[in-house]
């Protein structure tokens, strides 16, 4: 792989990243990497980008979200609009259950799962949160091992 920045030879290395989240401390372990020799700029690898987003948009959401959602909080969770989320409950696409006949309710760590499997990445990272670059395309989805991560570092927050 060539640096995109000085054209130099670029190498994979394996890199632990500690950030800071909502006032959380997070540490990634392991997370695949390229360092440019020449430059010493990095690029991390899509996947790991990913697995980071999910992360950290579940932590934020555990601390911004009650439980149970309603219309509005899903929409801002998701970054659409009040008729998207309408739209997703009807057409099955988010889990939810009408109460009362009209109103619907979303249960959050529902909506998070459904996140996860979703298409939904790209508006996840502000800018201030962490200085990541990813070049090339996301992959979709986790696997379930990406998973098994993620719950596992959420689990370690929570014990904090
Ligand atoms: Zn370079």
Request: glycine share 8%; proline share 2%; charged share 35%.
């Given at each position: 792989?060539?640096?995109?920045?000085?054209?130099?030879?670029?190498?994979?290395?394996?890199?632990?990243?500690?950030?800071?989240?909502?006032?959380?401390?997070?540490?990634?372990?392991?997370?695949?990497?390229?360092?440019?020799?020449?430059?010493?700029?990095?690029?991390?690898?899509?996947?790991?980008?990913?697995?980071?987003?999910?992360?950290?948009?579940?932590?934020?959401?555990?601390?911004?979200?009650?439980?149970?959602m309603n219309v509005q909080e899903v929409a801002d969770l998701l970054?659409v609009s009040n008729q998207t989320v309408y739209n997703l409950a009807r057409?099955?696409?988010l889990?939810a259950?009408?109460?009362?006949?009209?109103?619907w309710?979303f249960?959050?760590?529902?909506v998070?799962?459904?996140?996860?499997?979703?298409?939904?990445?790209?508006?996840?990272?502000?800018?201030?949160?962490?200085?990541?670059?990813?070049?090339?395309?996301?992959?979709?989805?986790?696997?379930?091992?990406?998973?098994?991560?993620?719950?596992?570092?959420?689990?370690?927050?929570?014990?904090?």
């Open positions: 792989m060539q640096c995109y920045s000085c054209g130099g030879e670029m190498e994979r290395i394996k890199k632990d990243i500690e950030a800071n989240w909502k006032g959380r401390q997070m540490i990634f372990r392991g997370l695949h990497a390229w360092v440019c020799r020449s430059c010493g700029e990095q690029v991390y690898e899509p996947e790991d980008v990913r697995l980071m987003q999910n992360l950290m948009r579940s932590v934020e959401a555990d601390d911004d979200y009650p439980e149970i970054r057409s099955g696409q889990p259950v009408k109460v009362g006949g009209r109103e309710r249960r959050r760590d529902e998070l799962a459904a996140l996860s499997s979703g298409d939904q990445g790209e508006a996840a990272c502000s800018e201030e949160s962490i200085h990541l670059v990813a070049r090339g395309q996301i992959k979709d989805g986790l696997s379930a091992e990406d998973e098994q991560v993620i719950k596992k570092h959420i689990e370690m927050l929570k014990d904090e």
